[in-house]
């Protein structure tokens, strides 16, 4: 490996981070100069402002978007799930950025008051002169600032997310990956080694377990190996070359993953360890002490007015526009369903909605009548009991068009988690009835992640996700990625 290759390999991430900010600062100065240039273009002549009135303005943005973007996180190598704390964070931080300029305009123009020396103001006036701003007003277009933030929203998602496919594509080629290994080969041991096969794109290369039985050492587990016993660690971090490890064992005693700690410690290793309890963790919690116990506390959960009348204004908004637009093509489609196969157009079937409340949901059939029911959905492309026309409609998820009549009746949201059968609710734990605080949807964040193909009730950790972190802004962000999985037909089989 060259000499680059190995600082590259090295400085992965701090390079990465460098990169960003540089594309950050040139995607924020392009949305000004686009904002000035369009306005300039559609205004008569007269009306017309030289770009050099704004370059004040556009240099304060550029600053201000950068500090807003690391003050929201936008700078941390820690991703969250599916990138969509990222997106709301460049959402946040181009509002917050639009008003702190707006703030430092006001503040910051020229001083029109003179204090004589000795008056207590001087040192003010002095200091207020020493950064006064060469900004009028009256100068420049309102419209020229207001587009300019708008274009350095939409340009910083798009070029967020672009940035987001490069890394990934770098991450599956094995470029910046970390080597990482985990200490247990329990239950939590193996779902965890199942996230990491599952999401090539995290940047870890999963490449063992370490246990304390001996026995176990050489065996495979699943398809990963057993590489060697908790006294072999120092030994195993630099034969594999180990840049974090994971410590999931749950079921230990609180004295024995603290003397494995102080030995990473001691070994100057990065480590991570799965908390006991760890799926109440996925809730939102605070930490209180009784006096120097730490204690693990939910806040008290209230149903907003205001979030819930602003979720279902945009169901209603999105069911009318999707039900009214796709006319045609809900008119063409069960034309087909019913030219390649006997059966109804529409396959309805009961489901368990928020509190437990059953409702029949609505999809396009796209499965022979005498095979519909039940049964297991399909997992292969070529399921004999799909049709052509309905491998098409699933495929592109629009099988699930119908499911807005439901979102209009008010069964469902548009964003939520998936519905399941009785039958399966039937079987739920209580961890897994947690899903029945919120009301089911049409999309979601499994949908659109690497385990869309699993049976919804393999994927807890999304609906909790979605459930403890639900905002408009969210459904927002998950919209817009399930268009993108749409487009590119990662739906069903």
């Known amino acids: 490996m060259t000499y680059i290759g190995t600082f590259v390999r090295r400085n992965f991430e701090p390079l990465v981070l460098s990169i960003q900010v540089v594309v950050d600062l040139l ?84 001083t029109t008051h003179e204090a004589v020396e000795g008056e207590w103001s001087y040192i003010f006036v002095q200091l207020h002169k020493a950064i006064d701003l060469e900004i009028n007003p009256d100068n420049y277009s309102r419209i020229t600032l207001i587009l300019a933030f708008c274009l350095i929203l939409l340009f910083t998602i798009v070029s967020r997310f672009a940035s987001f496919k490069v890394i990934q594509g770098l991450h599956k080629r094995g470029i910046g990956n970390r080597n990482v290994f985990i200490l247990g080969t329990g239950p939590t041991a193996l779902r965890l080694q199942r996230k990491f096969l599952l999401v090539p794109t995290l940047g870890l290369n999963f490449v063992g377990f370490v246990d304390e039985d001996e026995s176990k050492v050489g065996s495979m587990i699943e398809r990963s190996r057993v590489l060697g016993t908790y006294g072999e660690l120092e030994y195993l971090l630099g034969r594999y070359k180990i840049g974090d490890v994971f ?58 007015f205001v979030a819930g009348f602003a979720k279902r204004v945009l169901d209603i908004g999105i069911s009318v526009g999707v039900l009214t ?56 492309e070529n399921d004999p009991r799909v049709t052509r026309i309905g491998r098409f409609l699933r495929r592109y998820s629009l099988d699930e068009l119908p499911n807005f009549l439901n979102v209009l009746s008010g069964d469902m949201s548009v964003v939520g988690p998936r519905p399941e059968m009785p039958f399966i609710v039937e ?67």
């Open 247 to 304: 410590v999931a064992l749950p079921e230990e005693t609180e004295e024995k993953v603290m003397e494995l700690v102080a030995e990473l410690e001691r070994l100057g290793v990065s480590y991570h360890v799965v908390p006991r309890f760890y799926h109440l963790m996925s809730y939102k919690v605070r930490i209180e002490n009784l006096d120097s116990i730490p204690l693990i506390a939910r806040p008290e959960r209230r149903d907003s």
């Open 27 to 110: 995607v924020v100065v392009l949305a000004c100069l686009t904002a000035w240039w369009l306005r300039e273009r559609y205004v008569p002549i007269e009306a017309q402002k030289p770009l050099e009135i704004y370059r004040e303005i556009f240099s304060i943005t550029a600053a201000v978007c950068l500090v807003c973007f690391h003050w929201f996180g936008l700078y941390s190598p820690i991703k969250s799930l599916l990138n969509v704390e990222e997106y709301k964070a460049v959402a946040k931080s181009s509002v917050t950025s639009f008003f702190v300029v707006h703030a430092l305009i006001v503040f910051m123009r020229g």
């Open 325 to 380: 637009i796709g006319g045609m093509f809900f008119a063409v489609s069960a034309f087909l369903i019913k030219r390649e196969s006997p059966g109804p157009v529409f396959f309805r079937q009961v489901r368990v909605g928020k509190n437990g409340k059953t409702f029949n949901m609505f999809k396009f059939r796209t499965m022979h009548a005498t095979d519909c029911g039940d049964a297991p959905a399909p997992t292969a």
């Open 427 to 493: 079987t739920y734990g209580a961890m897994d009835k947690e899903r029945l605080r919120a009301k089911p949807g049409v999309t979601g964040l499994w949908q659109i992640s690497y385990a869309r193909q699993n049976a919804i009730h393999d994927n807890l950790d999304y609906d909790l996700y979605y459930i403890e972190n639900q905002s408009l802004l969210l459904d927002l962000v998950i919209i817009a990625l399930t268009s993108v999985a749409v487009m590119k037909g990662t739906g069903a089989y």
